[in-house]
Structures are given as structure tokens and as C-alpha cells.
């Protein structure tokens, strides 16, 4: 039995420089690396505005989503990472929350030190499946 890969990516510099895809679907998971708050050209975007990293890390999880025609119903697991969590804690929960609705996949919420770009406080990567309906 031969699994094929589908690959997307957002065709931002980092992609490239860092080596890595931005999500991959095997049968019928799709598993997608931590969405951040990018620019349509790959530029860090809301350098320590935690509720504005949400909104443009939110927008880029809808383009995963669009790219394999799921919608965040479909989303069973997430990983947030946040630096600051106490300080941040109450922002990104409301931001979940307005997110999803009354949908409710699976949450690990990890307090960090520090992430990939200067002042960048939230990072998400999540799981799809796609025999869930939309």
C-alpha cells in the first residue's frame, strides 16, 4: 500500500531558509507546522502585539485549511505556544475561543521562553483530519 504526500506551503523566504513545509496530508491527516504571524512576503508581522499576532496566525490557519477545503471543525489537536503565558494567557484564550466557536478539538498550551522572531509571542501547529465533516 503506497501513501501519497500532499505538501503545502505558503512560498514565504523562511520556508526555504529553514527547511520545512508548512503542512503535509497523509491519507487522511493533515499535519501542519506552527502558524505564525507572516506577511503575505514572509515578513514577521506585530513585533510584541499579542492580539495581532492571533488575528494574522489565525488568517494563515485558514489558508491551510482553504488550500485542503477543510474548515476548523476539522482541526482534532493544537498546539499553542505562547511566551509570557500569564501575561498572554487571557488574550490567546479569548482568541481561541472566537476561533473555534463552539467547536472543541484538543489544546496543549505551553508557556515558552522564547520563539523563532524577535518579540513573536504566539506560534500554533495543529492536526486536520479529514473524515471529519466540514
Known amino acids: 500500500m503506497s501513501t501519497t504526500l500532499d505538501v503545502f506551503n505558503h512560498n514565504i523566504p523562511v520556508e526555504s531558509s529553514f527547511g520545512y513545509s508548512q503542512a503535509i496530508k497523509s491519507d487522511d491527516l493533515v499535519h501542519v507546522s506552527g502558524q505564525l504571524s507572516f506577511s503575505e512576503e514572509g515578513e514577521f508581522l506585530h513585533a510584541g502585539d499579542t492580539v495581532a499576532q ?10 491551510v485549511l482553504a488550500h485542503y477545503g477543510a474548515t476548523r471543525n476539522q482541526i482534532v489537536s493544537q498546539v499553542l ?14 482568541a481561541n475561543v472566537n476561533y473555534f466557536g463552539d467547536h472543541r478539538p484538543v489544546s496543549t498550551i505551553l508557556g515558552v521562553p522564547d520563539l523563532g522572531f524577535p518579540d513573536q509571542v504566539i506560534e500554533i501547529s495543529f492536526i486536520i483530519d479529514m473524515k471529519l465533516p466540514a
Do not use: S
Open 54 to 63: 492571533l488575528k494574522q496566525t489565525y488568517a494563515w490557519m485558514d489558508k
Open 81 to 94: 505556544y505562547v511566551v509570557n503565558l500569564r501575561e498572554n494567557f487571557e488574550a490567546t484564550a479569548q
